[in-house]
C-alpha cells in the first residue's frame, strides 16, 4: 500500500510538471524563434526550405540588431513610448484614484451604477473613435505629435482604472478610515496614510495596466504620429523596418525581444499582486 | 474630560428610515454613560454623530459647551473604538497605538514614551511589533483600547467594543474597562445592546428604541422604575411580567412573584391564581414558568424564587402567588408610560390596610 501510495504520487508530480512543461514551451517557443530570427544571417533565414528555420545553420550575426540601433530612430521610439507610458500612467492615477475613491465612498448605491457606466466607456473600440479624436487633435494643435498620444490614451485607461480601482476601495472597510479620521486626520489625510497604503496592488495594477495598453495601442499611435521623431515603438518599427513588400524580420524580431525582455520581468516580480488586483477588480466591482 | 450634551439631534437616512429622533443627552463630565437598546434602535447612528462621522440633520452636539455639531471628528478631540476594533492592517501595533499621536505632531521620542505607556497599560507591550492579523481578538481589543487612550482623549465612544469576544473574555473585558474608566476618569458613551452589560457598567443607561429616548438613568432607577412598558421588558433577566387589566397594564420583576406563604401575613400585596408549567433549577436561583389565568385570557409569567426558599411546586398544580404593593408597577394601556397606581379590577386580596 505504502509503495502505491509513492507511485501515486511520484505519478501525480510527473504528470504535473509534463503539462505545465507542456505550456511552457507552448508559450516559450515564439519568444525562442524570435530570438533565433533575431540573430541569423539573411542566406540562413532567407532560405527556409533546405535550412532548418529552428536553428542557426549559419553562424549568428549581430548586423542586423547593429542596424536597428544604428539605422533607424530605435532609441527614440523607446524613449517615446517611455514618455508617453509615463505620462499616460501619472495621468490615469492622478484622475482614475480620486474618481474612484469618490465613487466607491460619497455616492452610496448611485456610485455602483456610475461606475459601471464608466466601465462602459471603456468598451468604445478606438477604432471608431479615431476619426473624430483626429478633430480633437487638429483642434488642439498636436497633428503629429506623442503628445496627442497623451492626450487621447487616457480616454480608455481613465475608464478601466477607475472601474478596476473602484472594486479595490470598496474592498476596504470604511471603519479603518474613520478611525483614521477621528484619530487626528481629514479625509484627504485619511486617504492618504491609511487607504492607498492598502489600495498598493490595485495601483500597481493600474500602473501595469495602462503602462501596457500604450505599449502595445496602434490605432491613435499611426493615425496622429507621421515623422520618425515622434513615432512610439509600435508604429516606429513597423512603419521603418517594413518597407512595401520588404520586411526587415531579423530587425524587427530583435526590436521586439528588446521591448518585451524588461516589461517580462517587471510583470513576474509583481504577478501575484497583479492577479489579485484584476480579480478583485472581477469580484467586486 | 468634557461633557456632552445633545439638543433635540435627529438623524434621517436618504432612504427616509428616521434613526435618531429628536434626542436630548447631558452626559456629565467623567461620566460612564450606556446607550442601551436592540439592534437598529439608533444607538450607532447617534454615537457617529456625536462622534462627527455622520451629519446631523437638525439639533446640535455640544461638547464642554462649545457648539461641535459642524465640526469634523478631528477637531473634537474624542476617541473611538468600532466593533471591529479597524486597526490598520498594515501598519505594526507600535505603528497602530502611534497613529493618533502623528496626527498631533509629536516627535518619535515622545510618541515612543506614550505607546509604551498605553501598551503596559493593557498589557500588550510585548507584541508592539506584531501585526494586527497575528494577534487574538482580545489582544486586538486591547490594542484597539490602547490606540483610543493614547492621546488622551476628552471623550471616548465604544461601540459595541466587546460583541466579537467570546464569552469568558467579555466577562474580564467588561471588568477592566470599567476600571480602566474609573481610573482615568474620561466622560465615556458606549453603546451596546446587551442589557447585562448596560446594568453591570453604565453610570447611568440611556434605553433607546426606534430611534427614541425611552429612560435615562442609574441601573437602579431603571430597575425600580422603568418610565415605560418597553423599559421594563427590555431590561432585567427574566424581564418584568406584565399583565393586561381593563384599566391598565400591571407589571411586576420576576423576582417579586412569590408564593404567597412566604411573604408576610401583614404586608399589603395582590395575590394571583398561578398554574405551573413548568420549573428549571439554576444554581442560586428557581425559575417557574406558568400561567395567570383571568377573564382577558391567559398570561404567560415567570416567577424567580431563591433556592433558599423551598416550597415544593409541582408543574399542573394551581397555587396562590403575591407580588407586594409597593413592588407592583402600573403603565398606561395606551401609551404604555408608567402611571401612579391606581385600583385595577382583577380580583385580588388586598391583606392589610395600607
Ligand atoms: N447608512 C445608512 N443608510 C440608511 N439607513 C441606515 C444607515 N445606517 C443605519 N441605517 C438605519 O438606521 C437605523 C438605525 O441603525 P443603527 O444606528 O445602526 O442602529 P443600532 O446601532 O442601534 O443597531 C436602522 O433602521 C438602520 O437600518
Ligand atoms: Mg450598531
Known amino acids: 500500500m505504502n509503495r502505491h501510495y509513492w507511485l501515486g504520487k511520484i505519478f501525480k508530480g510527473v504528470m504535473t510538471y509534463f503539462i505545465v512543461g507542456l505550456f511552457a514551451l507552448f508559450a516559450a517557443l515564439p519568444f525562442y524563434q524570435m530570438v533565433i530570427i533575431a540573430f541569423k544571417s539573411n542566406a540562413d533565414f532567407n532560405n527556409p526550405r533546405e535550412n532548418n528555420p529552428f536553428i542557426f545553420n549559419d553562424p549568428p550575426t549581430t548586423d542586423h540588431i547593429v542596424y536597428l540601433f544604428e539605422q533607424t530612430e530605435y532609441l527614440t521610439f523607446i524613449l517615446n513610448s517611455v514618455i508617453i507610458g509615463v505620462s499616460v500612467v501619472l495621468i490615469t492615477l492622478l484622475f482614475a484614484t480620486p474618481a474612484a475613491y469618490s465613487l466607491a465612498r460619497l455616492t452610496g448605491r448611485l456610485g455602483e451604477r456610475l461606475g459601471i457606466l464608466i466601465f462602459l466607456v471603456y468598451l468604445i473600440p478606438p477604432t471608431l473613435l479615431f476619426i473624430p479624436m483626429s478633430q480633437v487633435v487638429s483642434f488642439v494643435g498636436l497633428q503629429n505629435s506623442k503628445w496627442a498620444l497623451v492626450m487621447l490614451y487616457p480616454t480608455f485607461t481613465i475608464p478601466f482604472c477607475t472601474w478596476l480601482m473602484f472594486g479595490f476601495f470598496r474592498s476596504i472597510p470604511r471603519d479603518i478610515e474613520e478611525q483614521a479620521m477621528v484619530d487626528g486626520y481629514s479625509r484627504f489625510g485619511a486617504m492618504w496614510r491609511v487607504v492607498l497604503p492598502l489600495a498598493v496592488p490595485g495601483v500597481l495594477t493600474v500602473v501595469v495596466f495602462s503602462f501596457m495598453l500604450t505599449l502595445h495601442e496602434y490605432i491613435y499611435a499611426l493615425a496622429f504620429t507621421t515623422s520618425s521623431s515622434e513615432k512610439p515603438i509600435s508604429v516606429g518599427v513597423t512603419t521603418e523596418l517594413v518597407r512595401g513588400d520588404v520586411f526587415f524580420w531579423q530587425s524587427l524580431m530583435a526590436s521586439a525581444i528588446i521591448v518585451a525582455l524588461p516589461i517580462a520581468i517587471v510583470y513576474n516580480l509583481f504577478l501575484n499582486r497583479f492577479v489579485a488586483g484584476l480579480t478583485m477588480g472581477a469580484v467586486k466591482g | ?26 452626559i456629565k463630565e467623567g461620566e460612564f454613560l450606556v446607550l442601551l437598546g436592540p439592534s437598529g434602535s439608533g444607538k450607532t447612528t447617534l454615537l457617529r454623530m456625536i462622534a462627527g462621522l455622520e451629519k446631523v440633520t437638525s439639533g446640535k452636539i455640544y461638547m464642554g459647551g462649545r457648539d461641535v455639531t459642524h465640526l469634523p471628528p478631528r477637531a473634537r478631540n474624542l476617541s473611538m473604538v468600532f466593533q471591529s476594533y479597524a486597526l490598520y492592517p498594515h501598519m505594526s501595533v507600535f505603528g497602530n497605538i502611534a497613529f493618533p499621536l502623528k496626527a498631533k505632531g509629536l516627535p518619535y521620542q515622545e510618541r515612543k514614551k506614550k505607546v509604551e505607556w498605553a501598551a503596559s497599560l493593557f498589557g500588550i507591550e510585548q507584541y508592539l511589533q506584531r501585526k494586527p492579523r497575528q494577534l487574538s481578538g482580545g489582544q486586538r481589543q486591547r490594542v484597539a483600547l490602547a490606540r483610543a487612550l493614547v492621546h488622551e482623549p476628552s471623550v471616548f465612544l465604544l461601540d459595541e467594543p466587546l460583541s466579537n469576544l467570546d464569552a469568558q473574555l467579555r466577562a474580564s473585558a467588561r471588568d477592566e474597562i470599567k476600571q480602566f474608566q474609573r481610573r482615568i476618569a474620561t466622560t465615556t458613551i458606549y453603546v451596546t445592546h446587551d442589557q447585562v452589560e448596560a446594568m453591570g457598567m453604565g453610570d447611568r443607561i440611556a434605553v433607546m ?8 438613568g442609574t441601573p437602579q432607577e431603571l430597575y425600580r422604575e422603568p418610565a415605560d412598558t418597553f423599559v421594563a421588558t427590555f431590561l432585567g433577566s427574566p424581564p418584568m411580567n406584565l399583565l393586561n387589566q381593563k384599566e391598565c397594564i400591571i407589571g411586576f420583576h420576576p423576582e417579586h412573584f412569590l408564593p404567597k406563604d412566604i411573604i408576610h401575613e401583614e404586608s399589603p400585596r395582590f395575590e394571583f391564581p398561578f398554574r405551573v408549567t413548568r420549573v428549571e433549577y439554576l444554581g442560586a436561583d428557581r425559575f417557574v414558568y406558568g400561567i395567570v389565568p383571568s377573564e382577558s385570557g391567559h398570561t404567560r409569567v415567570i416567577s424567580k424564587i431563591p433556592s433558599l426558599v423551598t416550597v415544593p411546586l409541582e408543574t399542573d398544580q394551581l397555587y396562590t402567588f403575591a407580588v407586594l404593593k409597593e413592588d407592583m408597577k402600573y403603565f398606561d394601556k395606551k401609551t404604555g408610560k408608567r402611571i401612579d397606581p391606581i385600583p385595577f379590577s382583577m380580583a385580588v386580596f388586598e391583606h392589610a390596610e395600607v
Open chain 2, 209 to 216: 428604541n426606534h430611534g427614541n429616548m425611552h429612560q435615562i
Open chain 2, 1 to 26: 474630560m468634557s461633557t456632552v450634551e445633545t439638543v433635540a439631534l435627529v438623524k434621517h437616512y436618504d432612504n427616509d428610515v428616521i434613526a435618531v429622533n429628536s434626542i436630548d443627552l447631558h
